[in-house]
């Protein structure tokens, strides 16, 4: 059966205004660092892959290559699931419904982020509920040793589960994303979120807003692959996708 893979910052939640960016900085106060990420640093702080890496990038080596960036980032981990408790960050638009009907059909849905596992499992359970969240692979955190925009955490996806790239689509919202899940062999949709709006997505197979839902229709960016969705994404639309990227194996 076909599989969807779905990264979780930007894609299942657009988390990264009002989850990660102030859960960086109360961390920072916390910790007694003259440290406060605006906007537009933090734009250029999500082309990091990885928390860690990303407190790391303004921290001086002696400090960023000890504990104190492991300490930081469990904390920053713990500000980010509290503002998924509180509702802070609702799933984005056709989230939920993709995700119970490729499920209802049979389909293999996982999850592979770079973020920490906590945080991408309380994401996803706010965005999908426990009952959908408890039958998706979730793939997360230090598990590979290279971050994205490396294609390792899809690479262990497709191992682990024995899957067929040619079978697998990918939902992502970044160029560091598209970079890896292409990497990786892996047709790949883009649904683009706050930070990575002007990203260069060479490489994707549709680009949209969102993935849409019947009170929210989406808006088609670019068609690569000639798939164009009418006011949502549905499974015959990724059906589609999947038999162009079958075609073009061939």
Same mark, same amino acid.
Not at 150 to 158: F, N, R, S, T
Not at 176 to 193: D, E, M
């Given at each position: %059966?076909?599989?969807?893979?779905? +990264?979780?910052?930007?894609? @299942?939640? +657009? /988390? ?5 960016? #102030?859960? &960086?900085?109360?961390? &920072? ?10 906007? =537009? ?14 407190? =790391? ?10 504990? @104190?960036?492991?300490? %930081? ?6 500000? &980010? ?17 993709? *995700?119970?009907?490729? $499920? ?22 706010? =965005?999908?509920?426990?009952? $959908? ?11 590979? #040793?290279?971050?994205? #925009?490396?294609?390792? *955490? ?6 682990? $589960?024995? @899957? ?11 160029? *560091? ?13 883009? /649904?683009?979120?706050? &930070? /990575? ?8 197979? $549709?680009? @949209? ?11 088609? *960016? ?6 164009? #969705? +009418?006011? %949502?994404? /549905? ?16």
């Amino acid at each position: %059966m076909p599989t969807l893979i779905f +990264d979780c910052d930007g894609v @299942l939640a +657009d /988390t990264e205004k009002d989850g990660h960016l #102030p859960a &960086f900085n109360a961390t &920072f106060a916390e910790f007694g660092l003259p440290i406060r990420w605006d906007e =537009a640093t933090y734009a250029q702080k999500v082309k990091i892959g990885g928390g860690k890496e990303r407190i =790391a990038s303004d921290l001086e080596d002696a400090e960023s290559s000890g504990e @104190l960036v492991k300490q %930081m980032h469990a904390r920053k981990t713990q500000h &980010f699931t509290q503002r998924v408790a509180e509702g802070l960050l609702p799933g984005r638009p056709g989230i939920h419904r993709l *995700i119970a009907d490729v $499920l209802g059909r049979g389909w293999t849905v996982a999850v592979a982020s770079t973020s920490a596992e906590p945080s991408v499992r309380a994401v996803l359970e706010h =965005a999908v509920g426990p009952e $959908l969240a408890a039958q998706c692979h979730v793939y997360a955190g230090d598990i590979v #040793p290279r971050k994205k #925009p490396a294609p390792d *955490i899809y690479q262990k996806v497709l191992d682990d $589960l024995h @899957l067929d790239p040619a079978d697998c689509l990918v939902v992502e919202d970044s160029d *560091i994303g598209v970079r890896a899940a292409t990497g990786a062999g892996l047709t790949t949709v883009v /649904t683009v979120s706050t &930070f /990575t709006v002007d990203d260069d997505f060479t490489g994707a197979a $549709l680009v @949209l807003s969102h993935l849409g839902d019947p009170d929210n229709p989406t808006t088609v *960016i670019a068609t690569p692959a000639g798939v164009r #969705p +009418d006011a %949502m994404v /549905t499974v015959p639309d990724l059906e589609r996708l999947l038999a162009t990227n079958q075609e073009e194996s061939r």
